[in-house]
């Protein structure tokens, strides 16, 4: 017995020499391999320096790194296990230390091996890991420690207990500390350990003990913990103007969560931020706590709202060159005023002032004043409400001095100048240099360099107030499409979408391709989402395009019933499917009863003929309408085909229609041109539109116009008795001034005449009046009249023009108001146009997107009528906007 204790010994002091002396343990650190893609090579010395300072503070003695390296030069061999060991042992060293650094994105790993300088015991591994090279440091010293504790011999952890936890479970505990059964007992981990479970913010109380366990298992740590109450009930008193839902929500103060008493004072602030957000600036809130007779909690939180206060005054510290009205121009909160009761523009909204505050910023920026700063909204209250204050530093304002354009080219610099924004010679502006580096990028990403670089240099000449740019331009390496990946579609083919993306692969990478073909997918309607994510391919100049969609149902039906001036009292339905079998058709039956009028029409839309970006499609129609003085019945069949056209937001449409119409119940009163329609009527004709549409939004557009040219013709010798030419041009301009308020400026005019071989129909000439052409005045009532009855029979000529000041009312709900003038008038071929006879009216109106479509209430005044006209009128009808 006595031998194999005294082989025991000796082995263990062969295997830990630091065992059998009581001098300090000698160790040679070498330098440390480094694997990552950004050039770190300079790290693994750096980091052999840090180790070696850190083991000299935990009690090692290592050799100097000059020592090391000097000889680790002089064995010209690479450094491995075997190579490790012999220098150790010849530098007189204990152990050796050498290891990796690697950095994976911002993720680092330390990754150490610790050898015994003979070689009896097996080689020990140690990492650690962190995030970013600033972590490099305290990482460095986490090794340093495990380092030290390898070649020590440090006890083992026997077991870990948790005491006193009676909601939180013991193993939530254990996961949060770092010391774990079998691993190395470390006092400086029990103190990290102590806390860590503190931060947990259960507790009241936190304790940490250690005994010696059985002999030779190691120790014994206890977590001794005393949990924080919980909270049974939360009251809330005196809210009125507040939904308590939304405070609860708000609050994070919520019932079976662990009592916090700082989160008491959180909650009140927390409520008072929402009042003052309401405009209840005066509110105050008293939390307390409730002792419950279980031990656990309870929370009462006492509000007294106080009046309603708004923001009387906007004022502003420091500006020169803008007048106080001009700031407040630009922002978004408003003084109290006309409209802020319905918009709450004035209700004190502190995200809204830092929003206003960057909005002033940008405001300067863009007008050549670099170097302003305005001060965060300074609120105080006043006489009669609150007062904003803001203070504004402007500095000089700056020209731009000269423009360039630096480093590798894809087209002439003079091409890429003219393309620009900003000129040399014009004002700073910040808005303009960002489109132009959007429109610089564009310009290589559309030309397949996907990873271009372009960097704004900007030198400041402060005598001259100017400023020099230069764009360093670094193009990369031309990208191409390798693979295109769709994913979520279960009904829509992948051709459909395909072919609405606009890129394939094989193609060279386009920016402006994948914006395009990003929004006709989200035109399309089919999906509720699109997300369009781009990856590395297999090669450097390979690209993967992967799109995932979330499909939504395409099928719709829908019956309501309405009220129109010219309807009267309507009962709508349809029922429809945009995506019919997936392949992207769309089939849709259509109903409308009205007072005066009633239309069926079932049509058929293909939007890629053949696969080919021609639209084709077919109505049939079944309509009635009775007009002032006489009935239309009309049963037809129209053909569709839309092309596109080389020129963006612009597509050709063609038409064929055959309608069989009969024209009845005339008035025995109307004038002669109407008691010659009586009768059956036939209208071939063919029609082609030139339409180019680049509005921003189909309801309410801030942007973009509407532009359309239309040419129809009917009679020999396509048939029909009906023959005609008619022509209309068409235009609207939209024009965002600020906040989404809009001015529309909408011209339209038209030309009719008949040709021989046929006749030209009342129902095709031109007739004004109602509330898409001229509001305030009846349906139809303006134009020719006929010298003996005074009938309207309607004009071959025709102009109007509408302008409209649009501003939202409820913007998140969609309801708009609208004030209009509305100025135009037809005219019989010899009357030619005469503009000095328009006729005019003026009105306001509100406009709603509803479920049922755009809906729109307005009211017009007539302000030049004439004897027995109406003089104003109510306008309302649900269907589309010009």
């Known amino acids: 017995m006595k031998k194999i204790a005294l082989a025991t010994i000796l082995a263990l002091l062969v295997a830990f020499p630091g065992l059998a002396s009581a001098e300090t343990v000698k160790v040679v650190v070498f330098p440390f391999d480094v694997f990552s893609q950004q050039p770190l090579d300079q790290m693994g010395g750096e980091l052999q320096g840090m180790l070696i300072q850190r083991l000299a503070a935990e009690g090692v003695s290592p050799l100097t790194k000059d020592e090391v390296n000097r000889a680790l030069k002089e064995a010209k061999k690479?450094?491995?296990?075997?190579?490790?060991?012999?220098?150790?042992?010849?530098?007189?060293?204990?152990?050796?230390?050498?290891?990796?650094?690697?950095?994976?994105?911002?993720?680092?790993?330390?990754?150490?091996?610790?050898?015994?300088?003979?070689?009896?015991?097996?080689?020990?591994?140690?990492?650690?890991?962190?995030?970013?090279?600033?972590?490099?440091?305290?990482?460095?010293?986490?090794?340093?420690?495990?380092?030290?504790?390898k070649m020590s011999g440090v006890e083992r952890v026997a077991s870990i207990k948790v005491e006193g936890n009676q909601r939180i479970e013991a193993d939530a505990i254990k996961a949060a500390i770092k010391t774990k059964e079998g691993g190395p007992y470390s006092p400086i981990k029990l103190d990290e350990d102590l806390r860590a479970v503190w931060k947990l913010g259960y507790f009241d109380d936190v304790r940490i003990t250690t005994a010696e366990g059985p002999t030779g298992a190691g120790k014994i740590v206890t977590v001794h913990v005393k949990e924080k109450p919980m909270i049974r009930?939360?009251?809330?008193?005196?809210?009125?103007?507040?939904?308590?839902?939304?405070?609860?929500?708000?609050?994070?103060?919520?019932?079976?969560?662990?009592?916090?008493?700082?989160?008491?004072?959180?909650?009140?602030?927390?409520?008072?931020?929402?009042?003052?957000?309401?405009?209840?600036?005066?509110?105050?809130?008293?939390?307390?706590?409730?002792?419950?007779?279980?031990?656990?909690?309870?929370?009462?939180?006492?509000?007294?709202?106080?009046?309603?206060?708004?923001?009387?005054?906007?004022?502003?510290?420091?500006?020169?060159?803008?007048?106080?009205?001009?700031?407040?121009?630009?922002?978004?909160?408003?003084?109290?005023?006309?409209f802020t009761?319905?918009?709450?523009?004035?209700?004190?909204?502190?995200?809204?002032?830092?929003?206003?505050?960057?909005?002033?910023?940008?405001?300067?920026?863009?007008?050549?004043?670099?170097?302003?700063?305005?001060?965060?909204?300074?609120?105080?209250?006043?006489?009669?409400?609150?007062?904003?204050?803001?203070?504004?530093?402007?500095?000089?304002?700056?020209?731009?001095?000269?423009?360039?354009?630096?480093?590798?080219?894809?087209?002439?610099?003079?091409?890429?100048?003219?393309?620009?924004?900003?000129?040399?010679?014009?004002?700073?502006?910040?808005?303009k240099l960002r489109n132009d580096l959007r429109m610089m990028h564009d310009t290589y990403a559309d030309r397949g360099f996907a990873y271009?670089?372009?960097?704004?240099?900007?030198?400041?000449?402060?005598?001259?107030?100017?400023?020099?740019?230069?764009?360093?331009?670094?193009k990369g390496q031309k990208v191409y499409f390798e693979r295109i990946i769709i994913t979520g579609n279960t009904q829509t083919r992948d051709n459909v979408i395909r072919r609405e993306l606009g890129v394939a692969e094989g193609d060279l990478f386009s920016s402006r391709a994948l914006r395009n073909g990003n929004l006709r997918l989200h035109r399309l309607n089919f999906f509720e989402d699109v997300h369009l994510a781009t990856e590395k391919g297999s090669q450097p100049d390979k690209m993967n395009l992967k799109l995932n969609v979330k499909e939504k149902r395409t099928g719709s039906f829908s019956i309501g019933a309405g009220y129109s001036t010219i309807d009267k009292l309507m009962v709508m339905g349809s029922i429809a499917e945009a995506n019919l079998f997936g392949r992207g058709q769309r089939l849709e039956l259509q109903g409308t009863l009205g007072?005066?009028?009633?239309?069926?029409?079932?049509?058929?839309?293909?939007?890629?003929?053949?696969?080919?970006?021609?639209?084709?499609?077919?109505?049939?129609?079944?309509?009635?309408?009775?007009?002032?003085?006489?009935?239309?019945?009309?049963?037809?069949?129209?053909?569709?085909l839309g092309w596109p056209t080389p020129f963006d937001y612009t597509r050709l449409y063609t038409y064929y229609t055959f309608e069989q119409a009969t024209v009845d119940n005339v008035s025995q009163n109307a004038a002669r041109i109407i008691r010659d329609q009586v009768g059956d009527h036939?209208?071939?004709?063919?029609?082609?539109?030139?339409?180019?549409?680049?509005?921003?939004?189909?309801?309410?557009?801030?942007?973009?116009?509407?532009?359309?040219?239309?040419?129809?013709?009917?009679?020999?010798?396509?048939?029909?008795?009906?023959?005609f030419i008619k022509a209309i041009a068409d235009t609207g301009w939209y024009f965002q001034v600020w906040w989404r308020h809009v001015i529309v400026v909408h011209g339209r005019a038209g030309w009719i005449t008949g040709h021989s071989g046929g006749d030209l129909p009342i129902y095709e000439r031109f007739f004004l009046g109602g509330i898409n052409t001229l509001r305030g005045f009846d349906f139809n009532s303006v134009g020719p009249k006929d010298p003996a009855t005074g009938d309207v029979i309607g004009g071959e000529l025709m102009a109007q023009a509408n302008f409209e000041y649009r501003f939202p009312i409820v913007e998140k709900a969609g309801l708009l108001g609208v004030v209009f003038y509305d100025t135009g008038n037809s005219w019989l071929k010899d009357e030619g146009y005469d503009l000095g006879n328009l006729r005019k009216s003026v009105g306001v109106g509100v406009r709603w997107l509803s479920p049922m479509g755009p809906l729109r209430l307005e009211y017009g005044w007539v302000l030049d009528p004439q004897p027995g006209e109406t003089t104003s009128n109510w306008e309302f009808t649900i269907g589309s906007l010009f």
């Not at 670089?453 to 764009?471: F, G, H, M, S, T």
């Not at 549409?693 to 029909?720: C, Q």
Request: net charge positive.
């Open 341 to 431: 009761w319905i918009t709450d523009a004035n209700v004190l909204d502190r995200t809204k002032l830092d929003q206003d505050r960057e909005k002033l910023t940008d405001f300067y920026y863009n007008a050549g004043y670099m170097t302003a700063r305005v001060g965060e909204a300074e609120i105080k209250r006043g006489t009669g409400g609150l007062i904003v204050t803001y203070d504004i530093s402007e500095g000089k304002r700056f020209k731009v001095g000269s423009i360039s354009a630096s480093g590798e080219m894809v087209i002439p610099q003079k091409q890429l100048m003219a393309q620009m924004e900003l000129k040399a010679g014009a004002w700073f502006n910040r808005e």
């Open 233 to 338: 009930e939360v009251q809330i008193n005196g809210a009125k103007n507040l939904d308590q839902k939304d405070i609860r929500d708000q609050i994070g103060v919520k019932p079976f969560s662990v009592f916090k008493p700082a989160a008491l004072k959180d909650a009140e602030a927390k409520i008072v931020r929402l009042y003052h957000d309401k405009g209840y600036f005066d509110a105050k809130v008293t939390g307390s706590v409730i002792d419950l007779p279980s031990g656990d909690k309870g929370v009462k939180f006492d509000i007294v709202e106080g009046k309603k206060v708004f923001i009387k005054s906007i004022q502003f510290r420091g500006n020169k060159a803008f007048s106080a009205s001009e700031l407040r121009d630009q922002m978004t909160t408003q003084e109290e005023g006309w």
């Open 78 to 149: 690479p450094l491995d296990l075997t190579l490790a060991r012999v220098l150790a042992g010849r530098l007189g060293a204990d152990y050796a230390v050498y290891g990796s650094l690697t950095k994976i994105g911002a993720r680092i790993s330390l990754d150490a091996k610790v050898l015994d300088s003979l070689g009896m015991a097996r080689p020990q591994s140690v990492f650690v890991e962190g995030t970013g090279l600033d972590e490099l440091k305290p990482m460095s010293e986490r090794l340093a420690r495990e380092i030290a504790a």
């Open 682 to 723: 036939t209208t071939s004709a063919v029609r082609a539109i030139l339409r180019r549409d680049s509005r921003n939004h189909n309801f309410n557009p801030t942007g973009g116009s509407d532009n359309s040219i239309s040419l129809e013709y009917a009679g020999n010798p396509i048939g029909g008795t009906n023959a």
């Open 452 to 474: 271009v670089d372009v960097r704004p240099q900007l030198k400041e000449d402060k005598k001259k107030n100017q400023v020099a740019i230069n764009y360093n331009i670094t």
């Open 595 to 640: 007072g005066s009028s009633t239309r069926y029409t079932l049509s058929f839309t293909e939007p890629w003929l053949f696969d080919k970006p021609i639209s084709a499609g077919a109505d049939i129609y079944d309509w009635f309408r009775e007009y002032t003085n006489y009935d239309k019945t009309a049963a037809g069949v129209r053909l569709r």
